[in-house]
């Protein structure tokens, strides 16, 4: 069993800098592309950054040049720093992976619980 722990959140004013962090924990033989994703009050989850094994990024266009995802492969961990921060990016950040559990298994989507992430103006 796999389990992706999120931290960081926080309520910062705009123009702030907040780093999460997601640890996935349990049975872990591989990870693949990992991701954060948010979601507002009222509204759909949305994909905000992507980071494949390989290291490269992808990210909506909404936070470029303002967050940055990374990992660290031997703590099967990412991160995202977010900086110049908006009222807009208030939501609850998820982290996601895509994680084989063992040398045979298939990758898995694996979701966190989520951390709030409020910016005030």
């Known amino acids: 069993q796999v389990q992706l722990v999120e931290s960081g959140g926080g309520l910062v004013q705009a123009g702030g800098s907040l780093r999460l962090s997601c640890a996935a924990s349990g049975s872990v033989f591989r990870i693949g592309d990992m991701a954060w994703y948010r979601q507002a009050p009222g509204k759909e989850r949305d994909l905000v950054a992507t980071i494949r094994s390989g290291g490269s990024t992808t990210y909506v266009d909404s936070v470029k040049g303002r967050f940055t995802i990374s990992r660290d492969g031997a703590k099967n961990m990412v991160y995202l720093q977010m900086n110049s921060l908006k009222p807009e990016d208030t939501a609850v950040y998820y982290c996601?992976?895509?994680?084989?559990?063992?040398?045979?298994?298939?990758?898995?989507?694996?979701w966190g619980q989520g951390t709030q992430v409020t910016v005030s103006s």
């Open positions: 996601n992976a895509n994680i084989r559990n063992t040398y045979y298994a298939s990758y898995k989507t694996s």
